[in-house]
């Protein structure tokens, strides 16, 4: 209701300065729908060829990443499954119309912030202007998150690891959202984690974690997903890694 009240006020800001923001959301023509998932699928293709090639330059930034892990002893081995999350930037370019569809920009691998809100923001457009619901259509992230957590935890209970600060609005407005598809999902930072395996306080196994009496079906990575937090963290992804923890 809070975002509902700011878009309609146009009262949309980040860290108290005021953002510029139109009423109307971002909507594009369902023929545009199109190229877009066909540009998306050649770019994930073209990326997990790089990151499976056997000859390219070690890169982190999703970029062999795996092969860094090998060699700093996190992974004996690298996996034949790759998980993860892969955002994409398009942009029109000129006149918004339908013979102008979006253009590729850029694919980030690596992991970003706003799953939560990528799936709050269009509820609550659809909320202050009613009468686009018959008009648009948007894609619930959510259930994406839904079916691929629904895969390995069991019991709908997930612990999500994160960076810095667990009370960030983005990771408690995750677990709130999940919670209403039945999903208990638990919120540490690295550091409460690197703390808990070093003093041997979480207990992991292929059957889940053990950690402050609760147990968790699943870990959720929301960080080491660079050089530093690689680096930093080696013996808790060690750790993590062997324990065979989903």
Not at 45 to 68: A, C, I, M, P, Y
Not at 111 to 130: D, I, M
Not at 166 to 186: D, L
Not at 206 to 230: E, N, Q, S
């Amino acid at each position: 209701q809070i975002l509902v009240d700011r878009l309609r006020q146009r009262n949309i800001s980040m860290d108290g300065i005021t953002i510029p923001t139109s009423l109307l959301p971002r909507v594009f023509p369902q023929s545009n729908r199109s190229v877009i998932e066909e540009t998306c699928r050649d770019a994930t293709e073209g990326h997990f060829r790089w990151l499976t090639s056997q000859t390219d330059e070690d890169v982190l930034n999703g970029l062999k990443l795996n092969n860094t892990l090998v060699r700093v002893g996190v992974l004996r081995n690298q996996p034949k499954v790759f998980t993860g999350v892969i955002r994409y930037d398009l942009a029109v370019i000129g006149e918004p119309s339908v013979s102008n569809p979006p253009v590729f920009i850029e694919l980030n691998a690596l992991n970003y912030h706003g799953s939560a809100w990528n799936h709050r923001l269009p509820k609550a457009y659809l909320e202050a202007f009613p009468e686009l619901s018959d008009l648009v259509n948007f894609h619930d992230v959510m259930s994406d998150f839904d079916t691929n957590f629904s895969d390995i935890a069991k019991n709908k209970r997930v612990l999500m690891i994160v960076e810095d600060d667990p009370t960030y609005e983005e990771y408690t407005t995750f677990a709130e959202e999940m919670k209403t598809r039945g999903f208990e999902i638990g919120v540490i930072s690295d550091v409460e984690m690197k703390e808990a395996v070093n003093e041997r306080k979480a207990k992991m196994s292929p059957d889940g974690i053990k950690y402050k009496g609760m147990h968790y079906d699943a870990l959720f990575l929301r960080t080491y997903d660079d050089t530093l937090g690689v680096n930093k963290n080696r013996n808790v992804l060690r750790d993590i890694v062997h324990s065979g923890v989903p």
